[in-house]
């Protein structure tokens, strides 16, 4: 049985309470469909962002800081140091396209932090009744975010190497070898490679994924309990994933900090 909430069935029982909250604001159908939940959510965040970093930067002063250049600067400089002991090459690029996925990430993790119910419940009065808030619970937000990756893997390989000496290592690495049997090796050394290199993309998208997907189901689990579980159980496990919201969007960045040195990097 279900109830009715603006002529919309509400979920009656746990088993409906779960699916629904696990359930995405969809555009079309099948493989086709598209979750509008996760793209808008993940943009307007990629928005703050930018926002707040703008912000920090037109205001950023040579004499006493402010707060907001201060937590700036505090996070420039984690990531900055991250970059300068993983990454020896030379790259413009590379510091801030660490900046950018730690601060994102980060941002889409922590929309953990609302309520459960809270912005579906707003929605409801626009006629909205299903959203998931949290990007990076949603496998295919991180693995199009490790497909990006993998696009920088590549063409940091390209423009180090050149398309001759990237073509050239992905039939002579990792088994290097002379004459007949380098000939012979090419092949395993070819699909050695390639496996490689699916598997930073695919290890880098299910490790936040599934991270993420299990602190939002934990907060739904919670959300069931009678109010006074909600603050007994919720707050401390909310603390904690102050801790796991941070660690993974630490570890996403390094990692890809990590592929690209790598890349950049004569086997």
Not at 121 to 133: A, T
Not at 182 to 199: G, H, R, S, W, Y
Not at 230 to 255: D, E, K, R, S
Request: aromatic share 14%.
């Amino acid at each position: 049985m279900t109830t009715e909430h603006g002529g919309h069935a509400a979920p009656a029982n746990a088993t409906q309470y779960i699916q629904h909250h696990l359930s995405h604001l969809q555009s079309g159908e099948g493989t086709a469909a598209i979750n509008l939940d996760t793209f808008w959510v993940s943009a307007l965040l990629g928005l703050v962002f930018l926002g707040i970093f703008s912000l920090a930067a037109r205001r950023a002063t040579s004499g006493v800081p402010g707060r907001l250049q201060n937590f700036v600067e505090w996070i420039m400089e984690l990531v900055n140091d991250t970059v300068n002991s993983a990454f020896h090459a030379k790259s413009a690029v590379i510091a801030p396209l660490a900046i950018t996925i730690f601060v994102w990430v980060w941002l889409m993790n922590a929309m953990d932090f609302l309520p459960v119910d809270f912005l579906p419940r707003v929605l409801e009065f626009f006629g909205v009744y299903k959203l998931r808030v949290v990007p990076t619970a949603d496998v295919n937000h991180t693995f199009g975010m490790s497909i990006g990756v993998l696009l920088c893997i590549i063409g940091f390989s390209i423009k180090a190497k050149g398309v001759g000496g990237w073509g050239k290592e992905l039939f002579t690495a990792p088994f290097h070898a002379h004459g007949v049997a380098a000939i012979f090796l090419a092949p395993v050394n070819f699909i050695f490679q390639m496996l490689e290199l699916l598997a930073k993309p695919i290890s880098l998208s299910l490790r936040l994924f599934g991270n993420m997907y299990a602190g939002e189901l934990i907060f739904i689990l919670i959300a069931l309990l009678p109010w006074w579980a909600q603050w007994l159980l919720g707050g401390p496990w909310a603390i904690f994933h102050i801790l796991i919201v941070t660690l993974q969007a630490f570890v996403f960045m390094a990692l890809t900090v990590v592929y690209l040195s790598l890349a950049v990097e004569k086997h």
